[in-house]
């Protein structure tokens, strides 16, 4: 077992090994650096406490009575699943979370649960984005979409737009943020919302959302 472990010390994916009773018995540097608790302060506890961890729809899936642990226990097969979880630091992160059950070769059990997870964050939100911009699609209907063509003047404005606007424009269809997108080109936050708003001005929309759907419904940026 201690090899394994030095093996799990290795790995880029978080390591979290829980006993029966669902209290963690491993907790490696990566675990430590996604979730920004350390062994000492984790051991013992239950993964529950810990992980917190919701689904999609903010239902909470880490609890006493888990159903991963126990199907998994049961040598059922679980498949790996995103969760919502919460850092030390309080910060908002999603894991994909991929399980199994470890024979032990002693005598106090017969097996343990090892969760692998890695951040997938920016994965999930650039999803998230996506059936947004896909319900904000919806929303606008066919009427809202259509009046977005004949527009002469709309066209003009928008193949008028800055190469740093265009830039901008770029990373919302991304999913980028404000903030994101000012670190991502090193200018302000401020210099970032007035990019943003000539660009609604120029497409003559009122979110970000209907200005993505601008974009991609006309082709100016596409969606990798």
């Known amino acids: 077992m201690n090899s394994l472990f030095q093996a799990f010390a290795k790995t880029g994916d978080g390591v979290l090994i829980i006993n029966q009773d669902q209290d963690i018995i491993y907790w490696n540097r990566a675990a430590e650096d996604i979730l920004g608790y350390k062994h000492n302060e984790v051991a013992g506890l239950s ?6 961890g919701c689904n999609n729809e903010g239902q909470l899936v880490c609890h006493k009575y888990c159903r ?17 979880i919460r850092t030390k630091l309080g910060d908002v992160r999603w894991i994909n979370v991929s399980t199994f059950i470890l024979p032990t070769d002693g005598a106090k059990v017969d097996s343990v649960l090892v969760h692998l ?17 896909l319900g904000a699609a919806k929303q606008l209907g066919s009427r809202e979409l259509s009046q977005a063509v004949p527009s002469e003047s709309i066209k003009q404005h928008h193949t008028n737009l800055t190469d740093r606007e265009h830039e901008v424009l770029t990373l919302l269809v991304q999913g980028f943020s404000t903030d994101d997108i000012a670190q991502s080109l090193s200018i302000s936050s401020a210099t970032t919302r007035n990019h943003i708003r000539n660009i609604l001005q120029k497409f003559q929309v009122h979110s970000r959302l209907e200005a993505v759907v601008y974009a991609l419904e006309q082709k100016l940026i596409t969606k990798d």
Do not use: H, M, P
């Open 68 to 84: 991963v642990a126990k199907t998994a226990f049961n040598n059922g097969t679980v498949t790996n699943y995103d969760s919502c």
């Open 47 to 52: 993964c529950y406490q810990i992980l917190k």
């Open 117 to 133: 997870f890695r951040d997938v964050t920016t994965k999930k939100k650039n999803e998230q984005f996506v059936d947004q911009v």
